[in-house]
C-alpha cells in the first residue's frame, strides 16, 4: 500500500522496514471542509450585508477564529496521526504539539480484529483492534482505509515475526 506518508528512516532499526504506512481514512475530514465551507459563505454574507466597517472587521476576525478551531486543527490532527506497520512492530503516532505514540512488537500480538459498519465498508476504511500480550493489552485504530488489506498484512506479519523466533 502505497502512502504519502513518510515515517522517518531515523525512527527505525538497522534490520526493519516499514510494510504499511497511512494516515486515518479521508472520511475524518469530510465534517471540517462542510464546516469550512458554511463559515465561509455565512463570513461572507454578513460582510456583504453589513455596513460598518468594525462589524466587518469582527465578522472576519470570527470567522478566522472558527475556521482555525473547525477546519484547520482537525487538518492538522488528521494529518499528524500515522499509523506504521513494519516487520517488527505497529507504531501509532498521533499529536500536533504534544505528540503520544504506541508501539507495539509483533512478536508480542495474539489477534488481530476488524471492524466496519456499512458506511464504513462502502468508504473502504473501519477500525483494528490489535491484541498484544502486555500490561496494555490492546490498541484500537479507528478509521483505519483499507482495514480488511491492513488486518490481513498485519497478520501476515505477526505469522512471519512468529517463525523468525
Not at 22 to 27: D, S
Not at 128 to 137: D, N
Request: hydrophobic fraction near 45%; glycine fraction near 6%.
Amino acid at each position: 500500500m502505497i502512502s504519502p506518508v513518510a515515517y522517518p528512516k531515523k525512527l527505525l532499526s538497522d534490520d526493519e522496514t516499514v510494510a504499511l504506512e497511512t494516515h486515518p481514512h479521508w472520511k475524518t475530514l469530510v465534517l471540517p471542509v462542510l464546516e469550512l465551507l458554511v463559515v465561509l459563505g455565512l463570513a461572507g454574507f454578513l460582510v456583504a450585508v453589513v455596513s460598518d466597517s468594525t462589524a466587518r472587521y469582527i465578522v472576519v476576525g470570527v470567522a478566522i477564529v472558527l475556521v482555525v478551531v473547525f477546519t484547520l486543527v482537525p487538518f492538522l490532527r488528521w494529518r499528524t496521526t500515522m499509523f506504521v506497520i513494519t516487520n517488527k512492530r505497529v507504531v501509532v503516532r498521533s499529536g500536533i504539539l504534544s505528540r503520544t505514540g504506541r508501539d507495539i512488537p509483533l512478536t508480542r500480538v495474539n489477534d488481530v480484529t476488524f471492524t466496519h459498519n456499512l458506511l464504513e465498508r462502502i468508504l473502504g476504511c473501519g477500525t483494528l483492534l490489535v491484541e498484544s500480550a502486555g500490561e496494555r493489552g490492546q490498541v484500537q485504530l479507528t478509521e483505519i482505509p483499507k482495514v480488511e488489506q491492513v488486518q490481513r498484512r498485519l497478520y501476515e506479519l505477526v505469522e512471519q515475526a512468529g517463525r523468525e523466533l
